[in-house]
């Protein structure tokens, strides 16, 4: 009898570990998912802030339709967005020379601050290969839209020199100049084409545009040298 009772006491002893584990356990998995829903709601509100100041420029306003994962990006935007200078990325994947032409710029003097709009182009003609000719043709292609914050305290005097009075694109630059960097807080999103985007990037109006911020740093000292916001859209560009 004893021997029954001590048993008895073990079950119901064990049923009540087992039933509070449980509770233990549900009240984890609420937490983590409470933690990750504030996480993407973070992460769209930095989107859609970076969203805003392009608005601001393009005088219309671009909204968030969806926050992606990585492994969700369409191709070839798992490729493009994917590399830690788009610049180089798109130059590799199209097998052409970008060039840019800038939007607007705007330079804040005190914290020595350059923010600017760009539009990326390139050649139809992948044999000619010449941005500049293609444009003179209107046979350019433009394959993205960025906003980009850049800090001169971080770069050299003939880097910010080249960023000021060229047509070469900011990744292209940082290889020529040897600058090592790689990229933080780099998420990815889809709007759509409106008329304010279709004006820039002649996208089909409605049509997806793939896009993603981040934040690029120095490798050798983890400083932080730009802050940028790139879209593409929907390309079907041929190799001829």
């Known amino acids: ?38 996480a993407e709601t973070i992460v769209s509100g930095l989107i859609q802030n970076r969203l805003d100041a392009l608005s601001a420029v393009l005088k219309n306003r671009l909204s968030l339709i969806k926050q992606i994962d990585k492994e969700d990006l369409p191709t070839p935007f798992d490729y493009l967005l994917t590399q830690p200078l788009l610049t180089v990325g798109i130059e590799t994947f199209y097998k052409r020379t970008s060039a ?17 709009v760009i539009t990326m182009i390139l050649d139809q003609n992948s044999k000619r290969n010449n941005p500049a000719i293609a444009e003179r043709l209107n046979e350019q292609v433009i394959v993205e839209l960025a906003l980009i914050s850049i800090y001169f305290n971080e770069l050299p005097a003939d880097f910010i020199h080249d960023i000021l009075t060229s047509d070469i694109p900011f990744g292209r630059l940082l290889k020529s100049k040897k600058i090592e960097t790689n990229s933080k807080n780099q998420y990815y999103f889809s709007t759509v084409c409106n008329t304010a985007l279709l004006s820039f990037l002649k996208c089909q109006l409605n049509s997806p545009i793939y896009g993603r911020i ?27």
């Open 214 to 240: 981040n934040t690029i740093v120095r490798t050798d000292n983890n400083r932080s040298i730009a802050q940028v916001i790139e879209l593409l859209p929907v390309l079907n560009i041929v190799n001829n």
């Open 100 to 116: 840019i032409r800038v939007v607007h710029a705007e330079r804040n003097i005190k914290d020595n601050v350059y923010t600017r």
């Open 1 to 38: 009898m004893g021997l029954h009772i001590n048993v008895m006491r073990i079950v119901q002893g064990n049923t009540y570990i087992m039933y509070r584990l449980k509770q233990l356990f549900l009240i984890i998995n609420l937490c983590l998912f409470s933690l990750a829903a504030s």
